[in-house]
């Protein structure tokens, strides 16, 4: 209980204060920086949410599949190696739907419209991570958001039911309410 309520101040604390200091750069050690943050909130999200049994996935390994060439390139090296509910993270890029068959948690980056569209057809529990304003209304489970020069995350309870997986109450205390329900679209 206490390692999660670490994590918890972590990421209340933490990472927004640093994100303060990180958009205020400029070109790309700005991008790098946020991605890099953004890395860090993907590997707390994993820790904070529970999936049902395994089926059809590595039972030694927990695969983070990474759409977009930037936030790959930025966020794999980052977590690659690193372990999460005792099984090492395993990085990989996605370019379609089709591609996240076997992903634990798949990032959508801001330029992978194509796999925001696709959303709703992901089959399995996966949590979907995006970086767009309209990503939970497309079907995503947890939005990254800029609010007041700081990194916010959204989450929709509902998109995580769906895909069977069931978020933790510290995780969605931490949220940016959506709507009148917080944690809901």
């Known amino acids: 209980m206490a390692r999660l309520v670490g994590c918890a101040v972590l990421l209340a604390f ?18 790098t920086a946020e991605y890099q943050l953004k890395a860090a909130f993907l590997y707390n999200f994993a820790k904070f949410v529970e999936w049902p049994a395994e089926t059809g996935r590595s039972a030694d390994s927990f695969t983070f599949c990474i759409g977009g060439e930037e936030p790959f390139r930025i966020i794999g090296p980052y977590l690659a190696g690193k372990k999460v509910h005792g099984r090492v993270i395993i990085v990989r890029a996605v370019e379609t739907s089709a591609g996240t068959s076997g992903c634990h948690l798949l990032f959508v980056g801001a330029a992978s419209i194509h796999l925001q569209n696709a959303l709703r057809r992901i089959s399995g529990p996966v949590l979907t991570v995006g970086e767009s304003t309209d990503f939970i209304i497309s079907g995503g489970m947890i939005n990254l958001a800029r609010e007041n020069n700081r990194l916010r995350f959204e989450i929709s309870r509902s998109a995580g039911e769906r895909g069977g997986l069931k978020f933790s109450s510290q995780l969605l205390k931490l949220a940016t309410p959506r709507g009148s329900n917080p944690g809901d679209p």
Do not use: H, I, S
């Not at 933490?14 to 991008?31: E, F, R, S």
């Open 14 to 31: 933490t990472l927004p204060a640093a994100t303060m200091a990180t958009y205020g750069a400029g070109g790309q050690d700005a991008v």
